[in-house]
């Protein structure tokens, strides 16, 4: 590619500094708007409507919130420390979690909830630490450090909009990217079989890697031939279609479901609790990755419904994700936040009623007091949970791709993101590196996630501060659970998921940037 030289260059000392940008806050600062809302946003539509509009948001989030204690639960029976009849606890408990937290997020109770249409459900940012602290600690150690994270978030949420800076596009694209990267080792595990398949002999055969192959092509088939509101659903029809193909292969195993109660409620602290300083650091530094995302899709939402989107509100929606933190910890389950792919749904339907998203809560509730639905989920094969989550864990990265394509790639911006990422690979590609190191370091050491998260933060402040800090962007938070939906600063004008080609002005033609 090749571009014409400046008409006139200067000599770099000789450039005027950048001014600051001239474009308004993403954040309002009008007290007014504090309670400002769209009317759509408290609209009624109606029983039946908001019952079928609510179950189109479950369906939309379904595969990405049994996700999360599927991927748990998995590593976990694999490392020793879980009996795989305890799986279907962890899907109940998620769902029943996931509504209430939900309900509270669109509805509001005092100063916890956004009251806008958001869903909520279990974030994949602290998969690979809770899998790291149940490995070392057992599970006992995951709840009492998902609880502490909670109470973090609650405490640190009027704060956080002060350090919305430290975590600019160019940090959690990075990050994004390395919370993709370091799942790929267990969607492999997934797709060769997993535990079952490597007691029997039959890891990594042809069957078990074709069911894989097959439920990630009928999913990248339906995203590209099937209708807007089928893609949304994409990975669950997979998951369906490849489950009833497993079944005739013998691979499907039905005595949990038979002997699983129709109705019936998780029991809070069943696997007890146990707070480990080192786990409990480790999850409150998840937790500030966790905010940032919540914090995108508050911006994301709000200009989905035209809502003006106050510090306030960012609180108080913040104050709800780490309510439901400390209720999943005490109910067996794990971190909460925003789903991103529920604003493609809001898109689609063109219904921006919260009250819609509070019908969805209602119906994951009524789905989490069903153990029979909870061991029906546990019960599919592995093969078939690798091909959803090669495209899950995929879709992770491409957002974290896509949040730092709004970066300027400099010489120095490039570091910020190939050394967190390098670090964060290490125990994902060597498991065993760290083993040596005392158990608290452990702990901290063998969570890819936490190492990049940390690095990302700190090369960020010491190469962009000062007189070298980008100003475009300043107060830019952007971070999805995946990609699909509105994104702040992102053009969407035809509401597909993808954004609309950038267009680069003049000036930042030919300058070495890469892009």
């Known amino acids: 590619m090749t571009t014409e030289p400046p008409s006139s260059p200067s000599p770099q000392s ?38 079928l509009l609510g179950f189109q948001h479950v369906l939309a989030c379904y595969a990405g919130a049994v996700a999360v204690p599927l991927f748990v639960g998995y590593a976990l029976v694999q490392a020793g420390k879980m009996d795989p009849s305890y799986i279907p606890h962890l899907i109940t408990a998620d769902l029943l979690v996931a509504g209430i937290a939900t309900i509270v997020q669109s509805i509001g109770v005092w100063r916890f909830g956004v009251r806008l249409p958001l869903i909520q459900g279990c974030t994949f940012s602290a998969a690979i630490p809770m899998v790291t602290i149940g490995s070392q600690y057992g599970l006992a150690a995951v709840y009492g450090s998902v609880i502490c994270s909670g109470i973090f978030i609650i405490l640190f949420a009027p704060l956080f909009s002060r350090l919305l800076r ?116 480790a999850m409150c530094i998840v937790s500030l990755v966790t905010m940032v995302e919540a914090t995108g899709d508050v911006l994301a939402i709000g200009e989905a419904t035209q809502t003006p989107i106050t510090k306030r509100r960012i609180a108080d929606a913040l104050r709800a994700d780490g309510f439901a933190t400390v209720l999943g910890g005490c109910m067996n389950t794990f971190q909460y936040t925003a789903f991103a792919q529920n604003i493609g749904v809001l898109s689609i339907t063109g219904v921006k009623s919260r009250y819609v998203t509070a019908s969805a809560g209602g119906i994951l509730i009524v789905l989490g007091l069903l153990p029979k639905a909870a061991e029906v989920i546990a019960a599919i094969p592995a093969p078939v949970l690798g091909g959803a989550g090669i495209a899950l864990f995929g879709t992770v990265a491409a957002s974290g791709v896509r949040t730092l394509s709004k970066v300027t790639f400099t010489n120095t911006n490039i570091w910020v993101v190939a050394v967190p990422t390098a670090l964060a690979l290490l125990p994902a590609v060597c498991p065993n590196l760290f083993s040596t190191m005392p158990a608290s370091l452990q702990t901290f050491l063998s969570s890819g996630i936490c190492i990049g998260a940390v690095a990302a933060i700190i090369l960020n402040l010491l190469f962009n501060t000062g007189r070298n800090a980008p100003t475009e962007q300043a107060g830019k938070p952007a971070a999805h659970d995946a990609p699909r939906g509105g994104e702040f600063g992102v053009d969407d004008a035809d509401d597909d998921g993808k954004g609309d080609e950038p267009e680069l002005p003049d000036s930042d033609r030919g300058r070495g940037q890469i892009y």
């Open 14 to 51: 000789e450039q005027p500094r950048e001014q600051p940008s001239e474009q308004p806050s993403i954040v309002s600062t009008d007290p007014a708007d504090n309670n400002a809302m769209h009317p759509d946003v408290n609209a009624n539509p109606g029983f039946w409507q908001l019952l």
């Open 166 to 281: 430290f975590f600019p596009p160019l940090v959690t694209g990075t990050v994004l990217l390395i919370i993709g990267l370091t799942l790929m080792p267990v969607a492999a595990d997934w797709v060769g079989g997993s535990t079952a398949a490597k007691a029997d002999g039959t890891f990594g055969s042809g069957r078990n890697i074709g069911i894989a192959m097959g439920v990630l092509l009928l999913i990248l088939l339906i995203e590209r031939f099937g209708p807007g509101w089928l893609a949304r659903i994409s990975v669950l029809v997979g998951m369906v279609v490849g489950f009833l193909v497993c079944i005739p292969l013998g691979m499907v195993n039905f005595d949990g479901i038979h002997h699983a109660n129709w109705v019936g409620v998780t029991r809070p602290v069943n696997f007890g609790l146990q707070f480990q300083p080192a786990a409990i650091i």
